[in-house]
């Protein structure tokens, strides 16, 4: 499962990564979003000749070659530590308008990424290191430094904007035992449950996939992956959250913290947020509320008084922007106005433009209620009033069988969707009037649960797609919302045979972006945090053995 092929080499709190991509091995720093083109990529890595076995463990990276090897750490802030034996390594800038090197006062080499806004300075303590580049009037083409030695070689590459940081001279052998030790410690606290080697790996995941607050990132925060999706969404960061709870309480509540701090006065939260900007062009699903009580029911000393202090009104005002903004008055629900506002960016729901009226968000508007309640327990009767508002609307979207979904600009047309998305009103539990669960249950056998897990379109739809993004494949959190739902209808059967099929998969395939739902097979993106965070948290349900369901 570690194939550095789609895992890449990262550590806590670091922005530094090496990873694959379009066949090449890179040195990146993820800074920057995933809208920008280069995706922090800095220099391209060559080791030695011919073909090269790159292996991959939490705490070192190495490539071997039928002449020898070279072994990879990071150490302190951005300081990748490098030794090798037997081949030279060398990193090639990918190439920018200014790019140049230079020799600082001291006489020591320094590289600059003008378009990445990074120096890199290399430093070695055994061999050499060499640097090259070709003049061209105001820059350099051709720019990089090979490590190399006769005996072998042993340094450092620091990455920094502006001033080189100081150094405790702390040696690779230290870093490694350093960054192998947090690791340990981190992985000590994980959820229990789940295949060893899987467990392993989506706590690796989780933890190389956090960076430090930097920037317009006021929190670290748990980056969806480090390969392509270098942001913190705005509801994935709900499922970060309760993937790392176990392992770090306060980076729970930061995933949080890192989103909210950038709320609009309206309510709106952004898009997502990186170290240089949040976005507003689309929002995410109010998952938050859901995601605070399952916080506050798996762990009981999460929610301080200070945690509350804060999430109190960041809640009330996100609640207020549904209802005030995303809906013409009072009488009517509020809708997604694109399909990225909704969490399922090309759902076939959208299939007919927006903005779109689902039953998943008047699902979660109702349980952000519920938090408020239990966070504002003298306002809670006001809550539980606005919540059942929300409820006698949720029920003009069910249609006799299912909770249809209606175009804002058609409101007497109902329709009915192959999409996952009308199983979500599950998570309302006892709200749910018990004709409609048992209907929604019974439907949900008919095609939507395949061998793997809960596809996000009905594999017999003929919007179905086997990697269609959401129009077929499974999704984590999909998956866990609907292992929630059917828990709150207490329906712990059905919920366990999704959670062993879903932790199966990830088994089998790793912790994707998404799945095929048919074959099981990984899609996209192969190093997904949430993806992480839901196994670990289905995994641990189960290992704890709910009434004998696992067996």
Same mark, same amino acid.
């Given at each position: ?40 990529? +800095?220099? !391209?890595?060559?080791? /030695? ?5 790159? #292996? $991959? @463990?939490?705490?070192? %990276?190495? =490539?071997? &070659? ?120 981190? +992985?000590? !606290?994980?959820?229990? /449950? ?5 467990? #392993? $790996? @989506?706590?690796?995941? %989780?933890? =190389?996939? &956090? ?135 090309? @759902? ?204």
């Amino acid at each position: 499962m570690f194939d550095f092929a789609h895992i890449p080499f990262s550590r806590f709190g670091r922005f530094l990564t090496l990873s694959i991509m379009d066949g090449a091995v890179w040195l990146r720093l993820v800074q920057g979003g995933d809208l920008k083109p280069s995706l922090g990529r +800095l220099c !391209r890595i060559t080791v /030695g000749e011919g073909e090269v076995v790159w #292996t $991959l @463990a939490p705490d070192l %990276l190495t =490539a071997e &070659t039928s002449a020898g090897r070279v072994e990879f750490t990071i150490g302190e802030g951005e300081r990748l530590h490098l030794r090798g034996q037997g081949v030279p390594v060398t990193f090639a800038l990918e190439g920018s308008r200014y790019d140049y090197a230079y020799r600082t006062p001291q006489g020591e080499h320094c590289l600059v990424a003008a378009y990445e806004n990074t120096r890199l300075l290399p430093r070695v303590t055994k061999g050499q290191v060499e640097v090259t580049g070709d003049w061209r009037r105001d820059h350099a083409d051709n720019v990089a430094m090979t490590f190399d030695g006769a005996d072998g070689f042993e340094g450092t590459i620091d990455l920094f904007p502006a001033v080189l940081p100081t150094s405790t001279g702390e040696t690779f052998d230290q870093a490694r035992a350093r960054s192998a030790a947090e690791f340990a410690d981190w +992985l000590s !606290r994980a959820p229990k /449950g789940g295949q060893p080697e899987a467990r #392993t $790996l @989506a706590a690796y995941i %989780l933890w =190389a996939n &956090t960076v430090p607050a930097s920037g317009a990132l006021t929190r670290p925060a748990v980056f969806m992956s480090k390969n392509h999706m270098i942001n913190i969404w705005s509801w994935d960061n709900a499922f970060s959250a309760l993937g790392v709870a176990a392992m770090d309480p306060a980076l729970a509540f930061d995933q949080f913290a890192a989103i909210f701090d950038h709320q609009h006065p309206s309510g709106l939260l952004p898009d997502f947020v990186n170290d240089r900007e949040a976005s507003f062009a689309f929002t995410k699903p109010p998952v938050h509320g859901w995601a605070i009580l399952r916080l506050i029911e798996d762990h009981p000393g999460w929610l301080t008084e200070d945690r509350r202090a804060a999430l109190l009104p960041w809640l009330e005002r996100q609640l207020s922007y549904w209802l005030t903004h995303a809906r013409k008055d009072a009488s009517q629900l509020p809708a997604y106005f694109h399909g990225n506002d909704s969490g399922w960016d090309n @759902a076939s729901f959208f299939a007919e433009g927006g903005p779109v009226v689902s039953p998943d968000l008047p699902s979660f508007l109702i349980l952000t209620c519920d938090c408020l309640a239990r966070l504002d327990p003298a306002r809670a009767a006001h809550w539980q009033d606005e919540a059942a508002k929300l409820m006698a609307l949720l029920l003009t979207l069910w249609t006799g069988e299912t909770f249809g979904t209606r175009l804002a600009s058609d409101p007497d047309r109902l329709r009915t969707d192959d999409s996952l998305i009308g199983f979500m009103p599950l998570l309302l539990g006892a709200r749910l009037p018990r004709e409609m669960e048992e209907r929604l249950t019974r439907r949900l056998s008919q095609g939507w649960i395949t061998a793997w897990g809960p596809a996000t379109e009905r594999p017999q739809s003929p919007l179905y797609e086997a990697d269609g993004y959401w129009r077929g494949p499974i999704w984590a959190p999909t998956t866990m919302l609907l292992w929630d739902g059917l828990r709150r209808q207490n329906r712990p059967n059905l919920a366990a045979d999704i959670a062993r099929r879903f932790c199966r998969l990830c088994e089998t395939s790793g912790m994707a972006e998404n799945f095929d739902a048919l074959t099981g097979q990984g899609l996209r993106d192969r190093a997904f945090a949430w993806t992480s965070a839901a196994y670990l948290v289905l995994a641990d349900w189960l290992a704890h053995d709910p009434e004998g369901l696992s067996r």
